[in-house]
Every structure is written in C-alpha cells, then in structure tokens.
Antibody, heavy 117, light 111 residues
Framework: EVQLVESGGGLVQPGGSLRLSCAAS????????MSWVRQAPGKGLEWVAN????????YYVDSVKGRFTISRDNAKNSLFLQMNSLRVEDTAVYYC??????????WGQGTLVTVSS | QSALTQPASVSGSPGQSITISCTGT?????????VSWYQQHPGKAPKLMIY???NRPSGVSNRFSGSKSDNTASLTISGLQAEDEADYYC???????????FGGGTKLTVL
C-alpha cells in the first residue's frame, strides 16, 4: 500500500523559513516524479513544485520561484520542500503527491503551514 | 484567478447525471491530453478520478467519465449518489512557465 506522510508544518512569522518532509513507502520511490500541491484555507488546489526521479529536473509555480526549493533523498525515500522568505499568502495545507500518468494518483494527508505575525 | 475555469457549483438529484466543465486555452486543455480530475471531501486529501482526459484509475466507479472538446474538458457523473457530494477539481499540463494548473473547483451538491 502506497503511503505518503508529510511533516514539518507549523506557525512561522512572515519572512521566516520552514522545511517540509514527506516520507514515502509502499512503492519504488526512486522511480517516480514527486510533487507538492497546496491548498489555502477554504480555497482550491495549487500545484507548487515537482522533481524528477533522479532529482536533476525541478519545476516551480511562478509565485514560489527563488523562495522554495524541492529536493529528495532516494536512499531514505523522502521528499522535501525548503520554504524561505515565507509570506502570509503561503498559508496552506501542503500535500505531497506521487506523479503518475500526468496526474497525481497518491496523496499524503497534508501538513498545515501558517504564516502569521 | 485560476488558469482553468470551472463553475463554482452544480447540483443534481440522486440517480441523475451531471457534467462539470473545465475551460482553458490551446496552451493547456486544448493542446495536451493531460487533463485529470480530482474529488475532495471536506478535510480529506484529493482523490484521482480521471487521468489523461478519459481514463479511470483502478477502483474508481464507471459512473465517472471524462471527455474533451477543443479547449474544454468535462467530467460526467451518472447515477448520482449521496457520497458523490464533494468538491471537484480539474488539472492540466500547460506550456506556460508553470507546467501544471488546476481549476478553481466545483462544489457538487446532491439534492
């Protein structure tokens, strides 16, 4: 059974940093692209970033370019999102998701990031 | 404003069929067969219902179907059931600087 478990969310002040983690199990992690997708409170889904199987290609939504960095550790079956210069509008539940057939077939339960002073 | 346009809400009675539209441009929905649909119940993670326009993942009811015409994709749910009440989101690959975009979401109410 595929499992994706996010952690690392919490309350942070504007301008601060946070590192999210996603622990993957139940599949060959190193064989799949992985994504982060977020959802602001009461709002819709927004794709944030994804990373190729070997970590050599990464893509981001325009609003986080230069502030967020996606990375992975295939030896530890883990996905990360380093978030710097956080803004109030980054407040959201952040989901880790497995890319498959140009879609996201498996999702974690999400971790809440709140940016507020 | 979302890159893909969905109606804010749709409704139907049990047993009826409904269709949710997802309108984009030739740079996303119209240009690629990489449209997917997600169901999300309150407080839960999204669930993939349709991928690559019209394919159903294993385990998804055949009451759910997808299609596309020009720049508009559609999700049809037939034989509506109470448990279908949820938010639905479309997504597409896009040739813009942000490779993946979602629609704003549609709230389905089963009357």
């Amino acid at each position: 059974e595929v499992q994706l478990v996010e952690s690392g969310g919490g309350l942070v002040q504007p301008g601060g940093s946070l590192r999210l983690s996603c622990a993957a199990s139940g599949f060959t992690f190193s064989s799949y692209w992985m994504s982060w997708v977020r959802q602001a409170p009461g709002k819709g889904l927004e794709w944030v970033a994804n990373i190729k199987e070997d970590g050599n290609e990464k893509y981001y939504v325009d609003s986080v370019k230069g502030r967020f960095t996606i990375s992975r550790d295939n030896a530890k079956n883990s996905l990360f999102l380093q978030m710097n210069s956080l803004r109030v509008e980054d407040t959201a539940v952040y989901y880790c998701a497995r890319d498959y057939d140009s879609s996201w077939n498996d999702w974690g339960q999400g971790t809440l990031v709140t940016v507020s002073s | 404003q979302s890159a893909l346009t969905q109606p804010a809400s749709v409704s139907g009675s049990p047993g009826q069929s409904i269709t949710i539209s997802c309108t984009g441009t030739s740079s996303d929905v119209g240009g690629y067969n990489y449209v997917s649909w997600y169901q999300q119940h309150p407080g839960k993670a999204p669930k993939l219902m349709i991928y690559e326009v019209s394919n159903r993942p294993s385990g998804v009811s055949n009451r759910f179907s997808g299609s596309k015409s020009d720049n508009t994709a559609s999700l049809t749910i037939s034989g509506l059931q109470a448990e279908d009440e949820a938010d639905y989101y479309c997504s597409s690959y896009t040739s813009s600087s942000t490779p993946w975009v979602f629609g704003g979401g549609t709230k389905l109410t089963v009357l």
